[in-house]
C-alpha cells in the first residue's frame, strides 16, 4: 500500500501512509487509538475507498472495491468489533451466503460438519447448533475467527482478535497462525498487547496520527522503543495502587450472592478507596458478579449492604441511583448509544441528578462536562459533536468511563477496563483509576489481563465455575497464585465428585 489517503467528515484519518507484507510473514501493526490502523484494514478490505493511493498484490496494481472483491483477492479480516448475527447459529454465521444447498433446502448437517470441524481446529468449547446470541463475549470473538478462517484467505488481518480471550485461548490462537502463515500467505495483526507482539509477529509497522513512522524487524526491536515510536514520547510505566488501610470503612459488603445459572454463595467486601480485582477464567463468574450487583442479571438469593445499610437493586437504574457505576466489557451493546454524540453519552448517566432544570436538560452544562471529559482522558475526536460510531474503539471505550465519571459514583464496577486500548491510553487509565481510590471512590475491576489485575488492585477475589475459590493481598498475589485458585474446583464440587 503506497500513499494512502483517507479523510472523514471533520478529520483526516490518513496522510500519506504505507504499508507492506512479505509472504510467509506476520507483521504486526501498532499505534495509539485514533492513529488510523483500523481505517487502514478497513481500505485494505474493501469497506472504505481511499481518496489516494495505490495497492498492489504479487506486484500487480488492485483496488478492493467492496468486502466481497477482497474476499475474492484472498483478503480476509476479522473485525475489532463483532460482525455476528446473534439469532442465527455458530455454523450460519461462519458460512453466512456459502450455505451447501440441496435443490430446494440448506443441507443442515453437511453445514454443521463443516463448521464443527473448524471449531474443532480453534479449541472452541461451542456446538455448531448453538446460537451465537448465547455465547459469551470471548466466544463471539473466537466464532469471528472461525468466520475469516473459512475463506481461502491469503492475507488475513487480525484487527484486536486477542482482546476478549485468557491467555490459553491467545496461545491456541497463535498455534493457528502460525499454522496458518505459508509462502504465499501472510497475517497482519494489530494489537494493543506488547507482550503478543514478540512472541508471534516478524515485523513490527508503527504509525501515528494517521501517518506512517517506521517498521521494526521484531526480534531486533525492545518494546520500549516501539512504544516510544507510537506515543512521541518516553512512557513512564510507575501507576500502582496506594496503600488502603485495613480499618478503612467497608462500603459494600456482599454475601450469599446466587443466581439460578451459574453463581453460588459468593461473598464479597469492598472498602472506601479500595480497587478490588475480580479474576478467573472464562466462565468463572466474573462478569455475572458484576452485572448481579448492578441489577442487569436477576439474583435468587443475596444480602447487600452500602456502608452497613441494606439495600435492594432490581436493575441498573437502582445502582446508579445509591451511586454504583457499571462499565459493561461490551460497550457497543450495553455502555454506548453509538448513534448519538459523545456529549450525549457522557452526559446520559447524569441528565437528572445533574444536568436538569425544571424537567428541559440544560445542553451547555452537558457539552461543557463533555468537553472536561475528553481534555482529562485524551479522548481523540475532532469535538464533543462528534457521533460516538465514528471513533475508534478505545475512544469508545473512554467514553463509556467518563459517562461514570461525570456522574461521580461512590463505587465503579469496571468490567475490562482497558479492552482494546493502546498502551499510552492504558497508563492514562491507570493512573486515573490509582487517582480515583485517592480521592476515596471504591472500585471492583473484572479483567482477563493478569499484570494489570497484580498491578491495580489491592486484593484480588478469584473465581471458578461461580464460587469464590480463593482471595489474595496485593503482597501475596502472584499469577501462579491466581491460576492456582482460577483452575481450583469448588470444594461443593469436589464433594459431590467424591
Sequence with gaps: MRGIVKGFPGVRALQDMRLSLAGGEVLALVGENGAGKSTLMKLLSGIHTPDEGEFFLDGRRVRPRDPRHAQELGISIIHQEFNL?????????????????????????????????????LGLSVRPEQTVGTLTVAQQQMVEIAKALSYDARILIMDEPTAALNDAEVAALHDLIRRFVQPDTGVIYVSHRMNELEAVSDRITV???????????????????????????????????????????????????????????????????????????????????????????????????????????????????HGIGYLSEDRKQLGLLLDQDVSSNIGLGSLRTRFQSFGFVRDKAVRAAARESVESLRIRTPSENQLVKHLSGGNQQKVALAKWLVKDCEILIIDEPTRGIDVGAKEEIYRLLNDLAQEGKSIIMVSSELPEL???????????????????????????KVMHYATLRPESERADAA
Design 85 to 121: 448475527m446473534p439469532d442465527l447459529t455458530v455454523a450460519q454465521n461462519i458460512f453466512i451466503g456459502r450455505e451447501p444447498r440441496g435443490r430446494f433446502l440448506l443441507r443442515d448437517r453437511e453445514l454443521n460438519s463443516r463448521a464443527g470441524e473448524l471449531i474443532e481446529r
Design 207 to 321: 504509525i501515528r496520527d494517521g501517518r506512517y513512522v517506521d517498521t521494526l524487524n521484531t526480534a531486533e526491536a525492545t518494546m520500549s522503543q516501539v512504544i516510544t515510536r507510537m506515543v512521541g514520547r518516553e512512557l513512564t510505566t510507575d501507576v500502582g495502587p496506594e496503600d488502603v488501610r485495613e480499618d478503612r470503612e467497608t462500603v459494600l459488603n456482599v454475601t450469599g450472592l446466587c443466581t439460578k445459572s451459574l453463581l453460588r454463595d459468593v461473598n464479597l467486601r469492598l472498602r472506601q478507596g479500595e480497587i478490588l480485582g475480580l479474576a478467573g477464567l472464562m466462565g468463572a463468574g466474573r462478569t455475572e458478579v458484576a452485572r448481579a450487583l448492578v441489577g442487569a442479571d436477576p439474583v435468587t438469593s443475596a444480602e447487600v449492604t452500602l456502608r452497613g445499610r441494606p439495600v435492594r437493586v432490581s436493575n441498573p437504574a437502582d445502582a446508579a441511583g
Design 454 to 480: 497484580l498491578r491495580m488492585s489491592h486484593r484480588i477475589v478469584v473465581m471458578s465455575e461461580g464460587r469464590v475459590t480463593g482471595e489474595l493481598s496485593a503482597e501475596e498475589a502472584t499469577q501462579e
